[in-house]
């Protein structure tokens, strides 16, 4: 029978190791040590040498994820920069932030197709069910092209009162014409910008981060290339930049969909090659190596032809999407609920400062809350890359019915995250002492005096954000999608509550910005405490503290 207890642990050592330690349990003939020979349990340093094997897993999928994570912003980044650099106006620029503004809250809001889709994929790989997989695989890839072929007749249909929203109108009618044409460009993307989510979801179902940033830093290149074209040389300005990131990110999906066709291996090699081998015990406690039925099934069928995973045509029934669906639309919620609170607190924001000076001190307020933001986004960001390794690794013990090696995972992604989060705070708080952030930034004395505070929050909050980060990963490996649905709704009331309290309270409007992050902080925590009762609920799929 399988191992119900290490054999997550025994499935990361590389297969020298598990070699090692079987032709030992092997050479003591003695029938218990054989039947134990795949756990590595005998005492302390075992114990160490099973931790060790899951924190190298967890960095080995955390890099590449990061990397991978990285790279679609530098995409809009780079394509700010060229057309920054070759406008003669500011309209050009003031259209494309507005645009990718847009684009990036509506792109994010469908990122579950990659939350929802590596959990389920991951499950039923590890649990034997290769076939589950590949179909709920193929109906991922068919829900990406239909989500994305919406959004983007939505937003070439409704460009103009979508943009007039964003405030673009207001920044005059050529950085609206810039605006309009960007986005109608870049909306052409957008489901090939679900099928790359969908698609590194499923491959990191089968435990492989590496494949998508491989093609993606190759998109990225060809996006770089297309910008010195389009931008530099032929001048076409935003237009540029919307058709070579558009490009970059159709010639990714395709990639992406030949790999998981099996037209073209993978980082690792053929689609589920990259899976381990179980050590498996016979009823006469005989230890063997066999290679696990889901990554044979994932290579060849029963004709030997190569599996493939492709969008589906056909239409399935309820029973077979219903999980995909119901995952789904609780990660949506989940999503828009987030969202939700950045773009309220980033419209309080503009509100603040003293009623004779509104407009200096607005835009004061609004900049200092912009760039803490983005500094609250870029720590996030990284802590991201550890909640997709524990995303993976949690969904494959649960398929695997390895809880202690479920609760090993989740332990070690916390030390690991509170780790980064004290050396993120460390590094914020070195910019904040010696001026350095401040002055990178921005060089208007409002905007600094705004912003020094903001950091101050910003570092203290550090720790707890790269814990609750993981915690999502975590719960997202184990399925949770609709308690993290429901702890959204509820810890974006309580920030309200606590905003307006805040407010209530507090006669000297100018500390309305220092509120807003208050409230921000207090969402954070309150996503951190009902995480952490769901974690330790003994019924539930994690029982982080073995209560049960």
Known sequence: MLLEEGSLEQALLSPEDRDEQ????????????????????????????????????????AIPALAALAIDPLMTLADTVFVGRT???????????????????????????????????SQRRASGDGESAITLGGQALSLAILLGSLLSLF???????????????????GANGFATSFLTIRAIAAPAYFLISASTGIL???????????????????????????????????????????????????????????????????????????????????????????SRSLTRDEEGDLIVITPTLEIPTWENIKPLVIASSSAFVRSFMLQLSIAGAAAMAARTGDASEMTASASASIAAHQIALQLWLLGSFVCDALAAASQTLVADGIGREDSRGVRDVSKIVFAYSLGLGVVLSSA???????????????????????????????????????????????LQGASQFGFQAK???????????????????????????????YGLIILQLMRGLTSLWKLSDKEGPIDLFERS
């Not at 645009?99 to 389920?120: D, E, Q, W």
């Not at 505070?453 to 550090?462: E, N, R, S, V």
Request: charged fraction near 15%; glycine fraction near 8%; proline fraction near 3%.
């Open 204 to 294: 990191r179902g089968y435990l492989d981060t590496k494949t998508a940033f491989t093609i993606l830093l190759f998109a990225n290149i060809i996006n770089l290339s297309l910008d010195v074209v389009l931008i530099s040389l032929l001048d076409m300005g935003p237009t540029g930049a919307a058709i070579a990131t558009t490009t970059a990110e159709w010639v990714s999906a395709a990639s992406f969909l030949a790999i998981l066709a099996g037209k073209v291996p993978s980082v690792d090699g053929l689609l589920g090659s990259n899976q381990q081998r179980q050590v498996l015990v016979t009823s006469d406690g005989i230890v063997e190596e066999e290679e696990e039925e889901t």
């Open 22 to 61: 079987i032709a030992d349990a092997s050479i003591g003939g003695d029938e218990e040590s054989c039947a134990n020979a795949g756990n590595v349990s005998n005492g302390d340093n075992e114990n160490d040498d099973e931790n060790e094997n899951v924190g190298k897993k967890i960095f080995s999928l």
């Open 155 to 173: 937003l070439i249909a409704f460009s103009q009162p979508l943009l007039d929203v964003m405030g673009t109108g207001n920044a005059g009618a």
């Open 428 to 474: 914020l708080a070195i910019g904040d002492y010696s001026g350095f952030l401040v002055n990178l930034f921005t060089s208007d004395k409002a905007t600094q005096e705004a912003l020094i505070p903001l950091l101050t929050i910003l570092i203290a909050a550090q720790p707890l954000n790269a814990l609750v980060f993981s915690a999502d990963g975590i």
């Open 487 to 517: 702890s959204m709704i509820l810890s974006s009331s309580v920030a309200i509550m606590s905003f307006v309290g805040l407010e209530y309270f507090t006669v000297d409007n100018t500390s309305t910005l220092q509120h807003i992050w």
């Open 87 to 121: 406008a003669t106006t500011p309209d050009a620029l003031a259209g494309v932030g507005s645009a990718a503004a847009l684009l990036t809250f509506s792109f994010y809001l469908f990122n579950f197709l990659c939350v929802v889709t590596t959990p389920l994929v």
